[in-house]
């Protein structure tokens, strides 16, 4: 039973890890107005409709979770983008030839990509005051996602990806 336990949270832990996300915002926001959120409704998410739907409710339950609801007059609205790029293969073979004698020394090594080039996507997330027409918080996060996943997984990445970009919402000030 403990192994099993083991095994579930290095699974949940590597499912977010995959995920690097940096964070900015207006520090002289005063972010206890913001309680409230709508999402505007001409996104241009990047994802197909069932992904950004999938997005959207792990954020609703995320915030829900910290304390922040869903309303028709909200007091700040999300945007989401996102860029899709493929990255090329981060793990490589290396292989070297050296040599030397007397004062003459050489070497040569070659760097083999192993394994698949991943599909990364950049996905940025605004918080917008829309009373003031002002950004006050950005979320600017990379991670790979897998084309061929079952809805289980897309759920379950997209779970993770809203965990990780929301972690630092409201920042401490």
């Known amino acids: 039973m403990r192994f099993l336990l083991v095994f579930l949270v290095a699974i949940s832990t590597l499912s977010c890890a995959t995920v690097k996300v940096d964070y900015d915002y207006d520090s002289a926001a005063n972010f206890n107005n913001y309680k409230t959120y709508n999402y505007y409704a001409d996104m241009k998410t990047g994802f197909s409709e069932l992904d950004t739907n999938r997005l959207l409710n792990a954020i609703d339950s995320t915030m829900t979770t910290k304390g922040f609801y869903l309303a028709d007059s909200p007091d700040f609205f999300i945007d989401?983008?996102?860029?899709?790029?493929?990255?090329?293969?981060?793990?490589?073979?290396?292989?070297?030839?050296?040599?030397?004698?007397?004062h003459v020394g050489g070497g040569i090594s070659i760097g083999i990509p192993v394994g698949d080039s991943s599909f990364n996507r950049i996905i940025t997330i605004d918080f917008v005051d829309e009373n003031k027409k002002q950004l006050f918080w950005q979320a600017v996060a990379e991670t790979s996602l897998k084309l061929n996943s079952t809805p289980e997984q897309r759920e379950a990445k997209m779970q993770a990806i809203a965990k990780k970009i929301l972690a630092a919402y409201p920042p401490e000030l």
């Not at 860029?83 to 030839?97: D, I, K, M, S, W």
């Open 80 to 102: 989401i983008k996102s860029e899709a790029f493929q990255a090329a293969p981060r793990q490589t073979v290396g292989l070297g030839v050296g040599g030397s004698g007397g």
